[in-house]
């Protein structure tokens, strides 16, 4: 008998231990509502709607960069909305993104999310109607702002679609995830949510005006063939304004120079290609960037002279030789004859607020194939 309770006793708290351990593991795996554990202070979230978030989700999860997705709803006045009453509420289906801003940017998602659906549609997503399913993004600051419009204007500039983006840019809301179900749903529910998609004519219409509905090719791809920024129209100063965050607008339109050692890249040690912020013209390579000590990015050449115009500058009781991009005609910095000798002797003097750089593995996704080769 005492040996019957005795093994009863064993099975038990091995139950129990089996019991505590699947609790801890089910304590412990992130939910969908929450960024993955190996997310970190450097992974940003952003907000944003795109239609159906079924599709928006899928899009965004293959998109480089992204870490995490969840579908829920915002903007509306009821708290802890449902599938339920989120419209009747004023809220719209809208993603959480979780990104690793080193490998994509704000600026990045909007023109994403621009080539994912259709959004010169104001009251809708296809054939999904009303408020509910209207494209938005929300901004955290205006940094962010600015750079939506920035990708805004530059589309609506090239005349991709036949009517104006309608893309709302809002400030940013609280964000309630949606029901479990929904997370994943193109996972979950592929019969049900490929026809689902197909039917709607969203892959059609991706097709029709980007060439493909991929999340890492031509979704993903320069906003026009080769070279666009040869056709680059350069907007009114009011425009320029609204695109450009305060420092960007006075160094690039006003030839102001920002603060050394403050500023975006003068650290940047990662492969890549600077680009113009506005026209988005290459200039310069990683390859060709050095530490001069002077607390601005500095770089021994450009990728080619001819994407460069140089002036004389005699602000300042001196004469400098002023460096711009040819085709926005933006202010960069200065060239000085002071570079390291065994490299040309040259030291081009850039302002951060008057470039963007593109990371070496997004240079095709971004148009910038042919300047692989730099990296070779």
Known sequence: MNNIKSQFLKVAIILIVVILALLAM??????KNTPPLNANAKTKTA???NGCFWCAEADFEKMPGVIAVVSGYAGGIADNPTYKNYADAGHREVVQITYDPTKVSYRDLVSYLIKHGNPTDADGSFYDRGAEYAPSVYYENDEEKNSALAVIADIDARHIFDKP?????????????????????????QVRYGYYR??????AFIKKHWGDTTGASASNAALNPSSPWKSYQKPSKDVLKKLLTPLQYKVTQENETEPP???????TKQEGVYVDILSGEPLYSSRDKYDSGTGWPSFVKPIT??????KEDKSFFSTRTEVRSKYADSHLGHVFPDGPADRGGLRYCMNSAALRFIPKEYLAANGYKEYMGLFQ
């Not at 940013?172 to 949606?178: H, I, L, M, S």
């Not at 197909?198 to 892959?203: A, K």
């Open 26 to 31: 089910n304590y412990l795996l992130p939910k």
């Open 47 to 49: 907000l944003m709607a």
């Open 165 to 189: 983006i309608a893309l709302s840019v809002l400030p940013r809301v609280k964000f309630w995830p949606a029901e479990e179900y929904h997370q994943d749903y193109y996972k979950k529910n």
């Open 198 to 203: 197909l039917q709607s004519g969203r892959d």
């Open 261 to 267: 050692f403050q500023n975006e890249y003068n650290e």
């Open 305 to 310: 002279q001819e994407s460069l115009i140089l």
